[in-house]
């Protein structure tokens, strides 16, 4: 249903140049020719679930939530890891937000998902208490990361490999235009 996947993506307004019937969007007002409607199956920016069960991919995650599946309920990963928790999920708190970093305070009774409702991307990386773990994919299109039970501190990081290629390979052009400088310097020098 559309209102379960905006809601995966933290959408809990939707506005409209017509009226819309649909359920689980509520009408909240009108405003000249738009149409404000509350998405009542929003899920929060970031969130913690101790059920997350198995997809071979996008494809698959996304034929599973068009046939029904409650993201509200349990996670679908792309990873052979899965939670078999209670179903629901449990709010986290951001305490730092940039357009490159996040920081994310979860707490966790027993082995669980964080995920962000924000897109899967390449280059992002997690950390939770100060140690590198590896993301998964979420839902098909979101970003998540596991987590043992207990307090964490999660620290999202956008870095991706073209940034480290670029910054590599500008050193090498300024270490080879050095080197090329001392050689002609020396050759200069040298010369009678």
């Not at 009408?27 to 929060?44: I, K, S, V």
């Not at 073209?162 to 040298?190: D, H, K, V």
Request: net charge neutral; charged share 20%; aromatic share 8%.
């Amino acid at each position: 249903c559309i209102r379960d996947r905006l809601g995966l993506l933290n959408t809990c307004l939707v506005v409209a140049e017509y009226p819309i019937k649909a359920s689980g969007l509520a009408f909240e007002g009108q405003l000249a020719d738009r149409y404000t409607y509350r998405n009542e199956r929003c899920l929060p920016r970031e969130f913690t679930m101790t059920r997350a069960e198995r997809v071979s991919g996008w494809q698959d995650a996304q034929a599973r939530l068009a046939g029904g599946h409650d993201p509200e309920q349990s996670a679908l990963v792309e990873d052979n890891r899965i939670l078999d928790g209670p179903t629901g999920w449990h709010p986290a708190v951001v305490q730092d937000r940039s357009p490159n970093h996040m920081t994310v305070h979860a707490e966790a009774t027993e082995p669980a998902l964080l995920v962000l409702s924000e897109v899967w991307y390449p280059g992002w990386q997690a950390e939770v208490d100060g140690i590198e773990q590896p993301m998964v994919r979420v839902n098909g299109l979101l970003r998540g990361v596991y987590l043992a039970p207990g307090t964490h501190t999660i620290v999202w990081r956008y870095r991706p490999a073209s940034l480290r290629w670029g910054a590599a390979i500008s050193l090498s052009a300024l270490a080879g235009s050095l080197l090329f400088l001392l050689w002609a310097r020396r050759r200069r020098e040298a010369a009678p």
